[in-house]
């Protein structure tokens, strides 16, 4: 570092500290806006990686088969009847001849409606499900059995329950061997009573998957003639989608099949609009990923506009402190000082303010991505180049900050400014 500069530095660091209050306040503009950048950046990406790694654990060979979806020219679009899967649908795609590489087919009939023990009710999901679901799922029994197939043929009056209807319905109880009580849809006052029989090790929730633990499952023979209408006007039992397991890397070949299977059975045509849609696992990880990653550059965005609004507050200290300071450029000039000096002189200073409330901004953000992610309100995951690119704005912001209050400064006249009052 040459003398110059470093005397530059000097006077720089002397015009800071000569005012510390207004410097810091002046730094804390930064300091908010490189926080503000690097802590909603971490909680995007910790949002992105929590849902990913959810949808992943599960696997990357699901397929969900939903009724009542329009795929087109024009994309998805809402439309066409929701009662457009039936049970000889899903008994189709578990056919080998006609799907193959298919490991299971999980069709599922789900109403939300009251379900009563005593004198709790609560308001969850009642699922019809069959023996395949365990395996399409990865769902897994913690005591008791799960729906069996004897319990499809009688149409049962038995239920397996997730962890979070124990936890809200049978406080201080045991609720194997308990009765509950289901309202049936539709059906005013009227309730069916069912055995719990099983009892869902705790998952997690997951809003594209399904949440397992606030839901109570039931044979869907009994959910289909017991608990809601099942049938469609033709009379056939409908089911609210289908889930498939396939052969891990054939999801797509799989897909293709299925898509053609139901075409046919449907009667529509290859180039017509179809009333159901076929979504693989990856094609939701790649959707979420976009989601999330854009909701992560606006969030970016917003942060960076406070980060701009500290950047004019050193733009203004700035002016300021050349006003204030007038009589010293003129005397720093008639000494022989050049204008390259002033300007020097000036930046430096700028950029110093910003680059020291660069620093702090940077342990304000990461601490405050560590608290949220502490206290189990969601994810955060701090990235390097996150850090890397709030501090390098901020000294960006704090050059082009400076550049115009030092450029007033060293076109000052020497007389003008000896003048000065």
Same mark, same amino acid.
């Given at each position: 570092?040459?003398?110059?500069?470093?005397?530059?530095? &000097?006077? *720089?660091? +002397?015009? $800071? /500290?000569?005012?510390?209050?207004? @410097? #810091?306040?002046?730094? !804390?503009? %930064?300091?908010? =806006?490189?926080?503000?950048?690097?802590?909603?950046?971490?909680?995007? &990406?910790? *949002?992105? +990686?929590? $849902? /990913?790694?959810?949808?992943?654990? @599960? #696997?990357?060979?699901? !397929?969900? %088969?939903?009724? =009542?979806?329009?795929?087109?020219?024009?994309?998805?679009?809402?439309?066409?009847? *929701?009662? +457009?899967?039936?049970?000889?649908?899903?008994?189709?795609?578990?056919?080998?001849?006609?799907?193959?590489?298919?490991?299971?087919?999980?069709?599922?009939?789900?109403?939300?409606?009251?379900?009563?023990?005593?004198?709790?009710?609560?308001?969850?999901?009642?699922?019809?499900?069959?023996?395949?679901?365990?395996?399409?799922?990865?769902?897994?029994?913690?005591?008791?059995?799960?729906?069996?197939?004897?319990?499809?043929?009688?149409?049962?009056?038995?239920?397996?329950?997730?962890?979070?209807?124990?936890?809200?319905?049978?406080?201080?109880?045991?609720?194997?061997?308990?009765?509950?009580?289901?309202?049936?849809?539709?059906?005013?006052?009227?309730?069916?009573?069912?055995?719990?029989?099983?009892?869902?090790?705790?998952?997690?929730?997951?809003?594209?998957?399904?949440?397992?633990?606030?839901?109570?499952?039931?044979?869907?023979?009994?959910?289909?003639?017991?608990?809601?209408?099942?049938?469609?006007?033709?009379?056939?039992?409908?089911?609210?989608?289908?889930?498939?397991?396939?052969?891990?890397?054939?999801?797509?070949?799989?897909?293709?099949?299925?898509?053609?299977?139901?075409?046919?059975?449907?009667?529509?045509?290859?180039?017509?609009?179809?009333?159901?849609?076929?979504?693989?696992?990856?094609?939701?990880?790649?959707?979420?990923?976009?989601?999330?990653?854009?909701?992560?550059?606006?969030?970016?965005?917003?942060?960076?506009?406070?980060?701009?609004?500290?950047?004019?507050?050193?733009?203004?200290?700035?002016?300021?402190?050349?006003?204030?300071?007038?009589?010293?450029?003129?005397?720093?000039?008639?000494?022989?000082?050049?204008?390259?000096?002033?300007?020097?002189?000036?930046?430096?200073?700028?950029?110093?303010?910003?680059?020291?409330?660069?620093?702090?901004?940077?342990?304000?953000?990461?601490?405050?991505?560590?608290?949220?992610?502490?206290?189990?309100?969601?994810?955060?995951?701090?990235?390097?180049?996150?850090?890397?690119?709030?501090?390098?704005?901020?000294?960006?912001?704090?050059?082009?900050?400076?550049?115009?209050?030092?450029?007033?400064?060293?076109?000052?006249?020497?007389?003008?400014?000896?003048?000065?009052?």
């Amino acid at each position: 570092m040459n003398l110059a500069l470093l005397e530059n530095l &000097q006077l *720089a660091w +002397s015009g $800071i /500290t000569a005012n510390k209050v207004r @410097s #810091g306040l002046t730094m !804390l503009g %930064v300091v908010i =806006g490189v926080g503000t950048v690097i802590a909603l950046v971490s909680i995007g &990406q910790g *949002a992105t +990686s929590q $849902i /990913t790694d959810r949808l992943s654990s @599960s #696997g990357t060979n699901l !397929l969900f %088969v939903s009724p =009542g979806m329009r795929m087109g020219a024009g994309g998805v679009r809402g439309g066409g009847g *929701a009662t +457009s899967l039936t049970m000889a649908d899903a008994a189709a795609i578990a056919d080998p001849d006609k799907v193959p590489d298919v490991l299971a087919v999980a069709p599922e009939f789900s109403r939300r409606t009251q379900v009563i023990f005593g004198d709790a009710n609560v308001n969850v999901q009642v699922r019809g499900v069959t023996t395949s679901y365990p395996s399409a799922q990865l769902v897994a029994v913690a005591r008791g059995r799960f729906v069996e197939a004897k319990d499809l043929a009688a149409q049962a009056n038995v239920a397996v329950v997730g962890s979070g209807v124990v936890d809200d319905l049978f406080t201080g109880y045991d609720p194997l061997g308990q009765r509950i009580k289901v309202a049936v849809a539709g059906a005013d006052n009227r309730l069916v009573s069912l055995t719990v029989v099983g009892v869902l090790e705790a998952q997690g929730s997951s809003s594209i998957l399904g949440d397992n633990d606030d839901a109570v499952l039931v044979p869907i023979t009994t959910a289909q003639n017991k608990i809601a209408n099942g049938r469609n006007a033709q009379g056939a039992l409908v089911v609210s989608s289908i889930t498939v397991a396939a052969v891990e890397g054939r999801s797509s070949s799989v897909a293709d099949a299925i898509d053609a299977l139901l075409r046919y059975r449907h009667k529509l045509d290859a180039d017509a609009d179809a009333d159901f849609s076929v979504v693989t696992q990856e094609d939701l990880l790649e959707t979420v990923s976009s989601v999330t990653q854009t909701l992560t550059l606006f969030l970016g965005f917003i942060a960076v506009i406070s980060l701009v609004v500290g950047g004019i507050g050193i733009m203004n200290i700035m002016l300021v402190s050349v006003t204030e300071r007038t009589r010293e450029i003129g005397i720093r000039k008639a000494v022989g000082a050049r204008r390259s000096d002033i300007l020097t002189q000036f930046l430096l200073e700028s950029v110093v303010l910003s680059v020291i409330g660069g620093f702090f901004g940077v342990l304000l953000g990461v601490c405050v991505a560590w608290v949220v992610d502490y206290s189990g309100l969601m994810t955060t995951t701090v990235s390097a180049w996150s850090v890397a690119v709030a501090a390098l704005f901020a000294l960006l912001v704090g050059l082009l900050s400076g550049m115009y209050p030092a450029g007033r400064a060293a076109s000052l006249k020497p007389i003008d400014a000896l003048r000065y009052e």
